[in-house]
């Protein structure tokens, strides 16, 4: 079983909804799951918030964070995952922002570092990852952490 589907069906079963806040993955994460027949009944929304401004505006990622940390931070992590929380409703969020690359950030953070943030029961999981390859690799990578983690989360 693709472990998407493994997650939609976990959450059908514990009858709780999901929804992301995605940066470097762009959509991936969200599609994922809705590749997966059944997910309206989980799903449900998805955020794409490539830019700090947005990150901001939509999640309620602090301003003075983004500056301090960067979008690519534990701290952004876990902010977009409890904003995604606030604004959904939703039970369980995961948020993903990072470098997908090619070549490293202005601020020299190599390409494939990834954040990944999880909410669940008032609780934040913040994993960091290191990545190999292209930068598709990296976001197909994430997006299969990010399933994993929340897995993780619910057994």
Do not use: W
């Not at 609780?123 to 990010?146: H, W």
């Amino acid at each position: 079983m693709e472990i998407a589907e493994e997650l939609v069906k976990l959450l059908k079963k514990q009858k709780l909804h999901i929804s992301t806040a995605e940066s470097l993955t762009g959509g991936m994460l969200a599609s994922s799951l809705v590749d997966v027949a059944g997910a309206s009944d989980v799903f449900e929304e998805g955020y794409i918030t490539y830019s700090d401004a947005v990150k901001h505006k939509v999640l309620g990622a602090s301003e003075e964070d983004l500056k301090e940390y960067t979008a690519v931070s534990s701290v952004i992590a876990g902010q977009m995952a409890e904003g995604a929380a606030k604004v959904s409703g939703s039970d369980i969020t995961i948020a993903t922002t990072g470098y997908a690359g090619p070549g490293a950030a202005e601020d020299g953070t190599p390409a494939g570092t990834v954040y990944i943030g999880v909410f669940y029961n008032g609780e934040t999981d913040i994993r960091k990852f290191c990545f190999d390859g292209s930068r598709n690799d990296v976001r197909k990578q994430t997006v299969d952490e990010a399933i994993k983690l929340a897995l993780q989360k619910l057994t």
